[in-house]
């Protein structure tokens, strides 16, 4: 028998989709950690302290906003006008981000409307923002959607299709579901995550590693 293929070296930091039906706040949230990462940098000389505790951990991390890879990088088959939104080709994309996302240091966050492209492997965390129609139809009338697409999401938003699609394409444990209906929400999501985030660490036994 032949020998096994030695196991891939594990991920220094989870990668984590935030994923969620337009208007429920991914980009707010990814934003919001962004911030909180950066800061982290400046405090810690870009290396996350060696007990894993608060902010700290959120040095190495990155935030992949997937809507900017498709139009910079060129992963689409053109502009849909009636959607106001790129016609994204997922191999091309997938290509793009297999870097990042199967490097030793991992850590990307990625923010995008959808999660069950992804290979497993690639993924530690998906967490779906869900939020009220109420909330969601103020947040997509101000940013001037077309009806059609307006109505698409909210209809999406309240048959939790992304939700679904998460339990679908990932385990149980890997897939949680947070409310994003109010400033408040927000950062105790982003409080929830960043705990999360060191409890990984943790739990692979990265920052026992390093002590």
Same mark, same amino acid.
């Given at each position: 028998?032949?020998?096994e293929?030695?196991a891939?070296?594990?991920r220094?930091?989870?990668n ?9 706040g ?6 919001? &950690?962004?911030?909180?990462i ?5 405090t810690?000389g870009?290396?996350?302290a060696?007990n894993g ?5 959120l040095a ?6 997937? !809507?900017d ?5 060129n992963?689409?088959d053109?502009w849909d006008?009636?959607y106001?939104? +790129?016609?994204v080709?997922?191999?091309r994309l &997938?290509d793009?981000l ?5 490097s030793e240091?991992?850590g990307?966050?990625? *923010? +995008?409307h959808?999660?069950?492209l992804?290979p497993?492997? +690639?993924v *530690?965390?998906?967490v779906?923002l869900t939020?009220?129609?109420?909330s &969601?139809? *103020?947040r997509l009338?101000?940013r ?7 109505? @698409?999401?909210i209809?999406? @938003? ?13 385990d149980?444990?890997m897939?949680?579901e947070?409310a994003? !209906?109010?400033?408040d929400d ?6 929830r995550?960043?705990?999360w985030?060191?409890?990984w ?6 920052d026992?590693?390093e002590?």
């Open positions: 028998m032949a020998d293929a030695p891939a070296p594990p220094r930091n989870p984590i989709i935030i994923t969620g039906t337009p208007g429920t991914k980009t707010t949230h990814c934003e919001a &950690l962004a911030t909180r950066a800061a982290a940098a400046s810690t870009a290396a996350p060696s505790s608060g902010d700290a951990v190495e991390l990155r935030h992949i906003a997937v !809507n890879v498709v139009r910079d990088r992963c689409h053109g006008a009636e106001q939104s +790129w016609l080709d997922e191999d &997938l793009e297999e870097p990042d996302m199967t240091r991992g990307c966050i990625v *923010d +995008w959808a999660c069950d992804f497993v492997s +690639w *530690d965390l998906v779906v939020a009220d129609t109420e &969601l139809y *103020d009338a101000l001037k959607y077309p009806e059609a697409k307006m109505q @698409e999401n209809d999406a @938003e309240i048959m939790q299709v992304l939700l679904q699609e998460a339990h679908e394409a990932f149980e444990g897939v949680v947070l994003s !209906n109010t400033p927000m950062e105790a999501n982003v409080d995550i960043v705990a985030v060191a409890q660490r943790k739990d692979q036994g990265i026992k590693e002590e």
